[in-house]
């Protein structure tokens, strides 16, 4: 049903998938939001007002803004109870349900939109989308919203470089919907973004990504000072605040 690649490792993919937990606090504080836009453009399909599920909603950085909008009854799902206690504590009118995209605690078509932040490539979609399909409303539509440094530029790519890891090199799986009869047809649009950061901060941020989480103690400490040293030697990002570019890539797709 979907592009798995021929190397895939589901051990190594559970562990990044579940290392979130223990650094829920810092996942929050130093990982960038989404785009109004971004949000607005995966909504729109599904109409005015609509009912929304924020599935593997983390710790409440799309929550956030979905209780912003104009949505008529917002619920989020997560597996992770840290990271379901971090979202209490930052989107307190929204309580996190225990759960995961594979098993959706919700009834049949009881939602008109399922958006998933920085969450759908760890989904097992051969067993996700059907579930997503029936707890969407005829007409409903779901959404993928991904935050990617913009590696078009020159120190960014750079930044990239400096962040690898032996477990970053690994192969996982592909940011996409597939088109499947489930949600036969896909859109994308990509919307631009960014993130004030400094040199630390940024730093920070890549502390929180899956593959620097498992790593083991001395492998994590050097490459995060290789990548301090990095920002710290590249005009852009050397001296106080800058702009992190970020592109946000955005799918969904409308229920068959």
Do not use: C
Request: charged residues 25%; glycine residues 6%; hydrophobic residues 40%.
């Amino acid at each position: 049903m979907h592009a798995t690649p021929p190397d895939w490792d589901p051990d190594l993919a559970a562990r990044r998938a579940s290392s979130f937990g223990a650094s829920a606090r810092a996942y929050a504080a130093e990982r960038p939001d989404y785009p109004a836009d971004a949000v607005r453009w995966a909504l729109e399909p599904a109409g005015p007002a609509p009912r929304v599920l924020d599935l593997g909603s983390g710790t409440g950085k799309l929550t956030e803004m979905l209780a912003r909008m104009d949505v008529r009854e917002l619920t989020a799902v997560e597996p992770d109870p840290d990271m379901r206690a971090e979202a209490e504590r930052r989107v307190p009118g929204v309580r996190p349900l225990a759960g995961s995209a594979e098993d959706i605690p919700l009834p049949d078509g009881s939602v008109d939109a399922v958006l998933a932040g920085q969450a759908m490539h760890w989904f097992d979609l051969d067993r996700a989308l059907p579930e997503i399909h029936r707890v969407l409303a005829p007409g409903g539509v779901v959404g993928g919203l991904w935050n990617l440094d913009d590696d078009r530029v020159g120190w960014v790519a750079g930044l990239q470089e400096a962040a690898r890891s032996s477990v970053s090199l690994r192969h996982w799986r592909p940011r996409t919907i597939p088109s499947t009869p489930y949600f036969p047809e896909v859109e994308r649009a990509e919307f631009p973004h960014s993130q004030r950061r400094t040199a630390e901060s940024l730093v920070a941020t890549i502390a929180t990504h899956s593959h620097i989480l498992v790593l083991d103690e001395r492998e994590r400490a050097a490459v995060l000072d290789r990548v301090l040293t990095y920002l710290r030697g590249v005009p852009e990002t050397a001296e106080g605040e800058f702009d992190l570019p970020i592109v946000t890539l955005t799918l969904r797709a409308r229920r068959a």
